[in-house]
């Protein structure tokens, strides 16, 4: 089989899921090349999963491995400079979450895109991730009536690198890490249906030493066709990951859980190794998580985006979806400074959606 090639960029925690879902579950797909910021690490990475180039200059990467796809796992701020060299170089781009730190770089991506007639996919897992899916296709077929609310949380106790913490780096806190997959989740959920406004409130409440932004939030979000939608998503949650979405509906309701349904109840006195992401012990009772990629929807987001750029289809979950997911958090930061809901379309000229929190005078 001719197999699509792939470059990662990136060598961190997200790589590892990304390697591992393709090595697994995508076999029409072929890593040959990685960038890492330090030349040891992007080494190391190449040696651990038998890669055969690796680099620490993007520009020497797209000028001399022969790769299709470009996947980018790089800190928030990289994720436009990454995709507008990646797309002039015609490369097609599946890129993590947060599309971008700004609109107007997420508008430069997609324009870049589009001039060069590449495959631009953002990476929203949970619209792939099988018990999100079946809980989607319960609706589709009428199980729980009208739906009328839906919620999603999404809470640990804190990213695993320090960049996370740094809103000069990641544009923001816990929304822009964990809330625009609840806000990307809302709109998969009502294809077609606009937002109409946004109502957020947010604070930081354990990581006030080593962050300025938010670990831990509430977002309400507004749909034109009356449905309610409300996100949670935390850094202050010890114990683990936990991760569920809920669908309320005139005639029914649906849980889904991707963790604990999927998870051996353990007990070790003197622990062991890994048991869930973000759990900081595996002493005394646990959730032994298994196959923790493929419930969270990593392999079906990537195998679907190598099939897309094979069979010139386009993606489930384009950058301009994740334009608007963005557009959202905006309104989520100006909505926490001033106190009030934020109707959408919603737009601002401040350096980071995080600014709208600190200064509401920013707002327009």
């Given at each position: ?57 993007v ?17 928030n ?49 949970l ?11 319960l ?39 964990m ?22 409130t ?5 990581h ?5 932004g ?10 034109e ?44 006195k ?30 079906h ?5 190598i ?20 557009e ?18 919603y ?18």
């Amino acid at each position: 089989m001719n197999k699509t090639k792939i470059a990662i960029i990136g060598a961190g925690y997200i790589s590892d899921i990304h390697l591992e879902s393709y090595h697994r579950f995508v076999p029409e797909a072929e890593i040959v090349a990685v960038y890492a910021r330090n030349i040891d690490k992007a080494k190391a990475f190449a040696g651990k999963y038998h890669i055969p180039q690796y680099f620490d200059d993007v520009d020497q990467l797209l000028a001399q491995a022969d790769v299709e796809v470009v996947d980018i796992c790089v800190p928030n701020y990289l994720h436009a400079p990454v995709c507008i060299k990646a797309a002039k170089a015609k490369k097609h781009i599946i890129i993590e979450k947060p599309l971008a730190v700004t609109l107007e770089e997420a508008d430069e991506m997609i324009a870049v895109c589009k001039e060069n007639n590449v495959k631009l996919m953002y990476a929203e897992e949970l619209c792939f991730a099988p018990k999100y899916e079946r809980a989607r296709h319960l609706v589709k077929e009428g199980a729980v009536g009208e739906v009328y609310m839906l919620k999603q949380a999404e809470k640990h106790s804190g990213p695993h690198t320090d960049w996370f913490y740094d809103i000069d780096l990641a544009g923001g806190g816990v929304i822009m890490d964990m809330g625009c997959h609840a806000l990307g989740w809302f709109r998969w959920m009502m294809p077609g249906v606009q937002v109409k406004d946004v109502y957020a409130t947010m604070s930081t409440v354990l990581h006030k030493g080593r962050t300025r932004g938010e670990d831990n939030a509430v977002v309400i979000v507004e749909f034109e066709n009356g449905v309610t939608c409300v996100a949670e998503s935390s850094w202050a949650k010890h114990g683990g990951m936990d991760d569920r979405c809920e669908i309320y509906g005139t005639g029914g309701v649906v849980y889904a859980d991707l963790f604990q349904g999927n998870s051996a109840l353990t007990y070790s006195k003197d622990g062991y190794g890994y048991a869930m992401e973000k759990a900081d012990t595996s002493q005394g009772w646990s959730f032994t998580i298994f196959e923790e990629a493929f419930n969270q929807g990593y392999p079906h987001e990537l195998k679907h985006f190598i099939e897309c750029v094979r069979e010139d289809k386009t993606p489930l979950v384009t950058g301009e979806d994740g334009r608007v997911v963005l557009e959202i958090i905006y309104a989520a930061y100006a909505s926490a400074g001033l106190g009030r809901k934020v109707a959408l379309p919603y737009s601002a000229k401040v350096a980071k959606p995080i600014d709208l929190w600190f200064n509401p005078k920013q707002n327009n």
